[in-house]
């Protein structure tokens, strides 16, 4: 075990009723680029759990570790449609396989590939997404609220979605 520092949202009552965000762009009007406010965490244990992967279920722990054999390299993830055609279909196939699922829809998903000058700004638009830099669970919540629209507006036209079990994953 190591210990670390990590930054995580500060415990802001507004987050109760409004969303953190950071925009991408600046706005044209006058409006702030950023609601968040951070706080680091000092000492926050970090076990590697390499040798360990067995021992975690989604039952028991709420998460898993799932080894994926891929058949892109590490270029082929530069080229959207392979990562969709191949990679997310891969992924999609162990999901439902661990799942003992019918079928698995990927909503979104985010290649990030590290710039050289990370975490320093170089000021210009960078190609990927960066690592993060802020400790996050995903868009679970987000997920949740966006097919629970899908399903009220699209669901009388869509039988197969009615009556039948459905399960969002992270």
């Given at each position: 075990m190591i210990k670390s520092s990590i930054r995580f949202l500060s415990r802001d009552h507004r987050y109760s009723s409004e969303k953190p965000y950071t925009l991408r762009f600046t706005p044209n009007i006058q409006f702030p680029r950023s609601n968040i406010e951070t706080e680091n965490r000092n000492d926050v244990a970090i076990d590697d759990i390499?040798?360990?992967e067995g021992d975690f279920t989604l039952e028991r722990n709420g998460f898993?570790?799932?080894?994926?054999?891929t058949k892109l390299s590490y270029?082929?993830?530069d080229d959207e449609t392979k990562v969709v055609d191949i990679y997310l279909r891969e992924v999609a196939d162990e999901v439902r396989n661990l799942l003992g699922a019918k079928k698995v829809q990927i909503l979104e998903h985010i290649?990030?590939?590290r710039h050289p000058d990370f975490p320093i700004s170089t000021g210009e638009k960078y190609k990927y997404n960066q690592p993060t830099t802020l400790a996050h669970i995903g868009s679970i919540l987000a997920l949740?609220?966006?097919a629970r629209a899908m399903k009220a507006d699209l669901g009388h036209?869509?039988?197969?979605?009615n009556?039948?079990?459905e399960s969002l994953k992270n």
């Open positions: 390499r040798g360990r898993t570790i799932m080894p994926l054999e270029d082929d993830f290649v990030r590939k949740g609220l966006y036209k869509i039988p197969r979605l009556g039948q079990r």
